[in-house]
């Protein structure tokens, strides 16, 4: 399997948030895991072939882990993805 390095971005809360059950991020997590998304799944977003290369673990904002837990890479860059939005390739 081949590595590759990570890359931290620093980000800031500027606004209040509405309140999140801190478990859904986990739960969409598990259960994207549980459905075979595991990283280095190859899988398709639309007609665009990607892999899975992490897990969305963000806990507010417009594309929470709740709703959006994989991360997957295309030609065309990272994406968050639900678990809707991808087939196993």
């Known amino acids: 399997m081949r590595t590759q390095d990570l890359m931290v971005v620093e980000g800031s809360r500027r606004q209040p948030h509405d309140p999140i059950c801190?478990?859904?991020?986990?739960?969409?997590?598990?259960?994207?895991?549980?459905?075979?998304?595991?990283?280095?799944?190859e899988v398709l977003v639309g007609?665009?072939?990607?892999s899975v290369v992490g897990y969305n673990i963000g806990?507010?904002?417009?594309?929470?882990?709740?709703?959006?837990?994989?991360?997957?890479?295309t030609e065309f860059g990272v994406a968050k993805c639900s678990l809707q939005e991808v087939a196993a390739a």
């Open 47 to 50: 007609h665009v072939a990607g």
């Open 22 to 41: 801190p478990d859904g991020v986990e739960l969409a997590i598990n259960r994207a895991i549980h459905a075979g998304y595991r990283v280095g799944r």
């Open 59 to 73: 806990h507010y904002g417009r594309f929470s882990g709740a709703r959006y837990p994989l991360l997957v890479k």
